[in-house]
């Protein structure tokens, strides 16, 4: 960060009395800008025991499969962007169930939340953010296919809660 966004002038990075990390302040307004993690939010979105995944038809990660998510926009509620979300990219309608898993990604300041959602019905299709839509097995996933570690972290826990009959969050995290 270079300049204020309240009034343009320069900020410096410095060490504000009782805080424990540096913050940037206007050399001029005195405001203080505040860098927090980005929210994304998402679903496993299931119907017995296969999930909805989309192809992504844009960067990051073009072309590999994904679940549904994406950056909660101000205003929203954590479930309702990640139904916008769900809608945004496979065009399809679901119930949310609960949340399924929070997962960190501190170098690049994201955390997810990865809630489960039954799909409502068999209605759904690609978007211009999805190439294809369809619902996979266990078995039918190609690991290797998958774009992000969020994805894996939160599809591995849904089979296996589904193997194990049991609902619970998931906590974790990628440090890499």
């Not at 065009?91 to 170098?107: D, F, K, M, N, T």
Request: negative net charge.
């Amino acid at each position: 960060m270079n300049f204020c966004s309240h009034c343009g002038a320069v900020v410096q990075l410095v060490h504000l009395p009782n805080d424990a990390l540096p913050r940037y302040v206007c050399a001029t307004c005195a405001a203080i800008h505040y860098q927090n993690p980005k929210m994304v939010t998402g679903c496993v979105v299931y119907r017995q025991n296969r999930v909805l995944l989309c192809k992504r038809a844009i960067e990051p990660c073009f072309g590999m499969w994904n679940l549904p998510a994406g950056y909660l926009e101000n205003g929203e509620t954590a479930e309702k962007g990640a139904m916008r979300e769900v809608w945004e990219e496979a065009h399809a309608e679901v119930s949310i169930q609960g949340l399924h898993c929070i997962y960190s990604i501190p170098r690049i300041n994201q955390v997810y939340l990865i809630f489960l959602a039954s799909l409502n019905n068999l209605q759904f299709s690609p978007t211009s953010e999805s190439s294809e839509v369809a619902l996979f097995s266990e078995t039918e996933i190609n690991w290797n296919e998958i774009a992000f570690t969020s994805s894996v972290f939160a599809l591995k826990h849904f089979f296996s809660d589904l193997r194990e009959g049991t609902a619970r969050v998931h906590i974790g995290s990628f440090t890499g």
